[in-house]
């Protein structure tokens, strides 16, 4: 035991020299040097989490914006490529459009060329009747049959054309409006 009490004694004995030590002004200056050391420590630790921190986020955002760029550049490639087809189309559709028109005025030309032909099916009647109403108009057929056109038929047929021209323009137009609302996004 007598070992138990003389390490007993020396550690109170050191204690007692740091205690003594403390106490006097270098003590006290080392003291506060000691705890300002870890302050400063700790406020270096929190400055360096701090900016980790941000950079992390500076990080991310610059991640989101890539990313956002990213999907922006593929949407507008996208509409690039919806707008060159829908130019093809409206392309056709104005194709369509002439052809239908020039198939009218072809026609027109063509109903209009039988009025001035002066051909007999029969030696007593004429191949264009006309001593009929203004409402019909007959024609030779190739078997040597007359073939009856009303003129309402004529009218209706005009009207259906004038439709059929007013929705394809209604048409493009749409897609005239798509386009440019696809652009303007």
């Known amino acids: 035991m007598p070992s138990i009490r003389n390490l007993a004694f020396i550690l109170?004995?050191?204690?007692?020299l740091v205690y003594?030590?403390?106490?006097?002004?270098?003590?006290?200056?080392?003291?506060i040097q000691t705890q300002a050391s870890e302050h400063t420590e700790s406020v270096l630790k929190e400055h360096g989490d701090n900016l980790n921190k941000l950079k992390t986020a500076a990080l991310n955002e610059a991640l989101n914006r890539t990313s956002k760029s990213t999907e922006q550049d593929e949407q507008i490639k996208q509409l690039k490529n919806q707008l060159t087809v829908m130019s093809h189309?409206?392309?056709?559709?104005?194709?369509?459009m002439q052809e239908i028109t020039e198939?009218?005025?072809?026609?027109?030309?063509?109903?209009?060329?039988?009025?001035?032909?002066?051909?007999?099916?029969?030696?007593?009647?004429?191949?264009?009747?006309?001593?009929?109403?203004?409402?019909?108009?007959?024609?030779?057929?190739?078997?040597?049959?007359?073939?009856?056109?009303?003129?309402?038929?004529?009218?209706?047929?005009?009207?259906r054309?004038?439709?059929?021209?007013?929705?394809?323009?209604?048409v493009v137009q749409q897609m005239e409006l798509t386009a440019l609302q696809a652009i303007n996004r």
């Open 12 to 16: 109170v004995s050191i204690s007692a």
């Open 161 to 170: 054309q004038l439709e059929q021209q007013a929705r394809l323009r209604e």
């Open 20 to 31: 003594l030590v403390l106490q006097t002004s270098q003590g006290q200056r080392w003291l």
């Open 89 to 96: 189309d409206i392309a056709k559709l104005n194709q369509a």
């Open 103 to 159: 198939l009218k005025n072809a026609l027109a030309e063509r109903t209009q060329e039988p009025e001035s032909l002066a051909v007999f099916s029969h030696p007593d009647k004429p191949l264009l009747q006309r001593d009929k109403p203004a409402e019909e108009t007959q024609f030779l057929a190739p078997v040597g049959q007359t073939v009856t056109i009303a003129a309402e038929d004529k009218l209706d047929t005009r009207q």
